[in-house]
């Protein structure tokens, strides 16, 4: 029988109680640190995850180096997940694969051959099918691992040792970059140009201490090198600020704006066509050209005709615009704001400092750590071989005696019992010595051997004595460090094609907003319709004949108006507020259209007074029906959210009721008690907001109608049978006065609707 899953049936329930709240606190706090330490987050000092860690320094224990064979994947994997990271063999391989693609790492750490995934985000093949082995980076990242240059921890089995951190030659961190979310932080870094990571070191050893703004490149001090800004291994162009940039980098939070390559490509005969060489960072080009054919489809881009991707090993997507007088730059720029063309990179330098302490680094602190790191590694190194040579001089001065007494060594060797004790006890040798003399092979006792010793002897005393001066001076320890750097740089200079700079600057173009706003809506002629009610809707092309428009029950037209899907509809509410619609949002013309409520935030008391189009070079007068107003520009009335914008403070029961546009220099104003007045419009203030002033005096009942005009051309309007009147500037002299009067009773044959308009 096997071993039964019940309690033990002793009278003890065998349950310890645990409190719910202190037990999840512990094991989630477990949990986020194991994330943050192990996993999410790099160390400032190599600039790997445990992953990459552990990928590396298993194809180091397998001696794939940068000048060896290919090994397939799958034996890397393996040995990966086997000796050192007990995780799943896909997310390995995915990290393994990560580390190759040069569209990925600015300088891959792997050098695959095979098919490790593309540009447009297709996958690598499996890893049965793929091979690897490192590259110059990953060799100098481990620069003299075999040299005690980093302390080791036991494998998570105890039966390997693993390195701690790696000794990291190469300024991985900000060269490579790193992105990862672990519990409650995450980590965002750019890749960078390692020419000027090295330049930017070299100056802060030189000036230790030295702020932000002196370790990035000024075109003000372009002798002195240093960090432009990212480097994207698909290059693109970032416009950003340097203000913004040197805030970016010395808080160690921000972001960069990239945008893709382009040019303009002559097809003869006035014709072009947008050539795109260059995407953003981790930018999918398939998905990318997608979403342009789905804007198309959609005709969101108006300017636009065709989009076809004719890449090869080279990035090349064809933008065809609508015509040949097609602005190429407002067709970017509708581009730029509408698809990933334009994307923003951004920096959040969340890193492990020490390996134990994750917090944001700016800048400076992080190449000082990394700089400390390396002097680190340097003094270790410095010791082990200063202990390699103290051995090598012990035998070689062991060796010396032997030769120098060869016959009485043999003798000994011949003749004793014990060799060894009597070569100790005779010629005052340690143990080690006495060891080396036993295992000498006989052809090294030739009389040529004896001068090699010598001379060895001499080199490792100077090179001893050389690496003691080295250890007891700090300066020379830093200039050590500052030559290891120098190397790098050469190495990885912007002379060579794989360290020149990818990534361009530019100034992002200043276009109008407007026109790039316009580029993105297709123009069509529209007729906008309101109803009573507050219903609204457009419908296809410019009708003049409103007669036959249909509308609920009980609702009826409250006006109509030709306009263009370009253009913005301004909507005015008896509450004095005024809301901003886009021509081309509007709902359609099948049905009723929709309720305005659902398209903007209008409160109940209040409905829609009038709706136009909107001209920005425009003044209008804005008045209440107790016949206050003021006049307004038109450009300052335009919302651009739903809540919409306050321009007439009126309260119940007075509300807005009229909006006449400017013109001319008079104004006549009518009430509804049959009264009018007419004054110049330079005693009407013009404000931005307000109640306004009085216009026009009543005892009772409030304002009918106003009318802009002219005084030389005179007063006309219509009655309701369409007949039109006129009263000249000498006619008008009884109704001339002054703002706020109570006016005259207005002249024969004005409506009876009290409106100038019939």
Same mark, same amino acid.
């Given at each position: ?13 065998? #349950? ?82 990560? /580390? ?35 590259? +110059? ?141 260059? #995407? ?68 959040? &330098? ?10 944001? &680094? ?15 590694? /340097? ?26 007494? /060869? ?30 003399? /036993? ?44 030559? +290891? ?28 907003? =407007? ?8 123009? +069509? ?108 520009? =038109? ?36 009430? =509804? ?13 013009? &404000? ?42 000498? +006619? ?27």
């Amino acid at each position: 029988m096997g071993k039964s899953l019940l309690p033990p049936d002793d009278g003890g329930d065998h #349950i310890t109680p645990v409190d719910l709240k202190s037990a999840l606190e512990e094991r989630y706090l477990a949990y986020a640190l194991s994330t943050i330490m192990h996993r999410a987050l790099p160390d400032v000092r190599d600039g790997l995850k445990p992953v990459h860690r552990r990928i590396i320094h298993a194809m180091s224990e397998m001696g794939i180096r940068p000048n060896s064979a290919f090994k397939k994947c799958a034996r890397i994997v393996g040995d990966v997940i086997g000796k050192f990271h007990p995780h799943g063999d896909q997310s390995v391989y995915d990290a393994l694969v990560r /580390l190759a693609q040069d569209f990925s790492q600015r300088y891959p750490v792997v050098d695959g051959q095979g098919n490790f995934g593309n540009i447009d985000g297709d996958a690598a093949a499996a890893y049965r099918y793929t091979e690897a082995r490192m590259t +110059e980076v990953a060799a100098l990242l481990l620069e003299g691992i075999d040299q005690d240059a980093v302390d080791y921890r036991p494998t998570y089995n105890e039966e390997d040792d693993e390195p701690v951190v790696l000794p990291g030659a190469f300024p991985n961190l900000l060269a490579n970059g790193a992105s990862g979310i672990a519990v409650g932080m995450a980590t965002s870094i750019p890749p960078h140009n390692a020419h000027e990571i090295c330049d930017a070191a070299l100056y802060l050893i030189k000036n230790p201490g030295a702020p932000v703004e002196e370790l990035l490149a000024d075109p003000a001090h372009p002798e002195r090198g240093g960090i432009e800004g990212p480097d994207f291994p698909t290059g693109g162009i970032i416009v950003e600020s340097r203000a913004s940039m040197v805030e970016t980098y010395r808080t160690g939070r921000g972001g960069f704006r990239v945008r893709a390559k382009w040019e303009q490509e002559d097809l003869g005969r006035g014709g072009y066509q947008i050539i795109i060489t260059e #995407i953003p960072f981790q930018v999918q080009k398939s998905r990318l050209i997608e979403k342009i054919a789905e804007l198309l489809i959609a005709r969101k881009l108006p300017l636009l005709e065709d989009v076809r991707d004719e890449s090869a090993e080279d990035v090349r997507i064809v933008l065809v615009p609508k015509s040949r007088t097609v602005d190429a730059t407002l067709l970017m720029e509708s581009l730029f704001k509408l698809t990933e063309l334009e994307s923003r990179i951004p920096l959040n &330098m969340n890193v492990l400092s020490q390996g134990k302490v994750p917090k944001v &680094m700016a800048l400076n602190e992080v190449l000082t750590e990394w700089l400390g790191h390396r002097k680190d590694v /340097l003094v270790r190194r410095s010791r082990f071989r200063l202990a390699a040579i103290d051995r090598r001089l012990e035998i070689l001065g062991g060796l010396l005696i032997a030769y120098l007494n /060869l016959d009485e060594v043999i003798r000994i060797i011949r003749e004793e019992d014990e060799p060894k004790d009597v070569l100790i006890a005779t010629f005052s040798l340690t143990d080690n010595q006495a060891e080396a003399i /036993l295992n000498m092979r006989l052809r090294n006792l030739r009389k040529l051997e004896e001068f090699e010793i010598r001379k060895e002897h001499e080199a490792l005393s100077a090179e001893k004595a050389e690496i003691e001066t080295l250890l007891a001076s700090d300066d020379k320890l830093w200039q050590t460090v500052a030559w +290891e750097i120098g190397e790098v740089k050469k190495k990885y200079a912007k002379a060579t094609e794989l360290g020149r700079r990818r990534t361009a600057f530019a100034d992002a173009p200043d276009a109008d907003l =407007e026109a790039i706003q316009q580029a993105m809506i297709e123009k +069509e002629p529209i007729t906008v319709v309101v109803s009573e009610k507050g219903w609204i809707r457009a419908l296809k092309g410019h009708i003049s004949d409103t007669s036959g428009l249909t509308f609920k029950e009980g609702d009826g037209l409250k006006v109509a108006f030709p306009a263009q899907t370009t253009d913005k509809i301004l909507l005015v509410t008896t509450g004095g507020k005024v809301y901003t619609l886009g021509g081309d949002k509007l709902p359609g013309g099948r049905g009723h259209g929709e309720p305005i409520r659902i398209m903007v935030d209008m409160e109940n008391d209040q409905d829609v007074l009038t709706a136009f189009v909107h001209d920005p070079a425009r003044k209008l007068i804005l008045a209440s029906t107790a016949g206050n107003g003021f006049i307004v520009p =038109e450009s300052e009335i335009v919302a651009n959210t739903r809540k919409g914008k306050q321009v007439m403070n009126v309260s119940l029961p007075d509300e807005a009721k009229l909006v006449v546009p400017v013109m001319g220099d008079h104004m006549a104003v009518v009430g =509804e008690n049959r009264k009018m007045v007419v004054f110049p419009l330079a005693q009407v203030p013009e &404000m931005t907001r307000g109640k306004g002033v009085r216009l026009q005096r009543y005892k009772d009942g409030g304002i009918s109608d106003i009318k802009c005009f002219a005084l030389s051309d005179g007063l006309t309007w219509e009655d309701s049978a369409g007949r039109s009147f006129s009263k000249n500037k000498d +006619e008008l002299i009884e109704w001339l006065g002054d703002r706020a009067s109570a006016g005259r009773t207005v002249p024969k044959g004005f409506p009876r609707s009290g409106k100038f308009s019939g």
